[in-house]
């Protein structure tokens, strides 16, 4: 007997068709916002080429020009002359610029600490308990110096640190203690200088740590409280680390302005007695503009910049360790 196999008459069924997108106003949505979205970053290169170009103009090509001028010997009157590696072989060799460079190493180790110290006492005392317009009368007070010219605050130190009839001494008279030359002796120039520099500077560094204390919740505080720490004990174990980010930026600010004091010892002192108080900044222009070597100047200037590079690199290096975010 045989068996009669129907075919199947199943068929494969082929996958509906797409319906066609009938929502033209969805297209036109979608190029609206593409339309907008172009706009945004339009408008947003138009606000930011100001400030683009003028980095670019001020900060990118003098900083290029200097290391390039560094190569050559350049009085301004006669043409450049190609010099290679002349100008930095002198730089290395010139007792003044390596003097420079130690007192400016010396001022930034003593004024960025007197400076951070200065600041975060104050900003301790200030975030304490106290009526609110009382703080706010110690912000303005502690911050006005940092708007002033940095030359004329030091024409006013000039005459307060006068060994004959300024305030200091007069001052210091009164409790007995002889007159102090201030701007004459080698070993009181300085510290007059950095006096002079972190007066009007730790204002910048104390806004910054009343902003950072502002940041830690009260509750932290409270908690150390209850465990019994209080006083010294409390702010070098819970506000110092809380505080470290902030301290870093304030210390990375700080030693960058500090390698770059110029006005400071040019008005007080004018880098003596000697060499005592010449920076490095007061070389680049003396050499600069009063000796006309315009390369030679080019490549202390590049130094700095190294040493400025290093010094933060160094530092931000360590606060992998020393730095603690919340």
Same mark, same amino acid.
């Given at each position: 007997?045989?068996?009669?196999?129907?075919?199947?008459?199943? !068929?494969?069924?082929?996958?509906?068709?797409?319906?066609?997108?009938?929502?033209?106003?969805?297209?036109?949505?979608?190029?609206?916002?593409?339309?907008?979205?172009?706009?945004?970053?339009?408008?947003?290169?138009?606000?930011?080429? *100001?400030?683009?170009?003028?980095?670019?103009?001020?900060?990118?090509?003098?900083?290029?020009?200097?290391?390039? &001028?560094?190569?050559?010997?350049?009085?301004?009157?006669?043409?450049?002359?190609?010099?290679?590696?002349?100008?930095?072989?002198?730089?290395?060799?010139?007792?003044?610029?390596?003097?420079?460079?130690?007192?400016?190493?010396?001022?930034?180790?003593?004024?960025?600490?007197?400076?951070?110290?200065?600041?975060?006492?104050?900003?301790?005392?200030?975030?304490?308990?106290? *009526?609110?317009?009382?703080?706010? $009368?110690?912000?303005?007070?502690?911050?006005?110096? &940092?708007?002033?010219?940095?030359?004329?605050?030091?024409?006013?130190?000039?005459?307060?640190?006068?060994?004959?009839?300024?305030?200091?001494?007069?001052?210091?008279?009164?409790?007995?203690?002889?007159?102090? *030359?201030?701007?004459?002796?080698?070993?009181?120039?300085?510290?007059?200088?950095?006096?002079?520099?972190?007066?009007?500077?730790?204002?910048?560094?104390?806004?910054?740590?009343?902003?950072? &204390?502002?940041?830690?919740?009260?509750?932290?505080?409270?908690? $150390?409280?209850?465990?019994?720490?209080?006083?010294?004990?409390?702010?070098?174990?819970?506000?110092?680390?809380?505080?470290?980010?902030?301290?870093?930026?304030?210390?990375?600010?700080?030693?960058?302005?500090?390698?770059?004091?110029?006005?400071?010892?040019?008005?007080? !002192?004018?880098?003596?007695?000697?060499?005592?108080?010449?920076?490095?900044?007061?070389?680049?222009?003396?050499?600069?503009?009063?000796?006309?070597?315009?390369?030679?100047?080019?490549?202390?200037?590049?130094?700095?910049?190294?040493?400025?590079?290093?010094?933060?690199?160094?530092?931000?290096?360590?606060?992998?360790?020393?730095?603690?975010?919340?």
């Amino acid at each position: 007997m045989s068996a009669n196999v129907q075919p199947s008459t199943r !068929t494969a069924q082929a996958p509906p068709e797409r319906a066609p997108d009938r929502t033209p106003g969805r297209t036109a949505r979608r190029r609206a916002s593409s339309t907008r979205s172009r706009g945004m970053r339009l408008l947003a290169a138009l606000f930011l080429a *100001p400030t683009v170009v003028g980095i670019a103009v001020f900060t990118v090509v003098p900083i290029v020009g200097s290391v390039v &001028l560094s190569f050559f010997h350049w009085d301004v009157i006669d043409s450049p002359r190609y010099a290679g590696t002349a100008n930095y072989r002198e730089a290395f060799t010139d007792s003044t610029v390596l003097v420079s460079f130690r007192n400016t190493l010396l001022f930034m180790v003593f004024a960025v600490g007197l400076q951070l110290l200065l600041a975060l006492v104050l900003a301790i005392a200030v975030d304490g308990r106290m *009526p609110g317009w009382l703080r706010s $009368a110690f912000r303005s007070a502690f911050f006005f110096p &940092l708007i002033l010219s940095a030359a004329s605050v030091s024409v006013v130190m000039k005459y307060l640190f006068n060994q004959d009839f300024g305030v200091v001494n007069w001052l210091l008279g009164h409790v007995g203690v002889a007159p102090v *030359p201030w701007l004459t002796s080698e070993n009181s120039a300085m510290a007059a200088v950095v006096l002079a520099y972190v007066w009007q500077q730790f204002g910048f560094s104390f806004l910054l740590f009343v902003g950072g &204390l502002n940041n830690i919740p009260r509750e932290i505080h409270e908690a $150390a409280a209850l465990d019994g720490a209080t006083g010294l004990r409390r702010h070098l174990g819970v506000t110092l680390p809380l505080l470290s980010p902030t301290l870093l930026v304030a210390s990375v600010v700080g030693i960058i302005n500090a390698l770059q004091v110029f006005e400071q010892p040019y008005v007080l !002192t004018d880098g003596g007695p000697g060499d005592s108080t010449r920076t490095v900044v007061m070389v680049i222009y003396q050499t600069a503009f009063e000796q006309l070597r315009f390369g030679e100047a080019s490549a202390v200037g590049v130094l700095l910049f190294a040493l400025i590079l290093a010094v933060t690199a160094l530092q931000f290096r360590l606060s992998r360790r020393y730095v603690h975010y919340q």
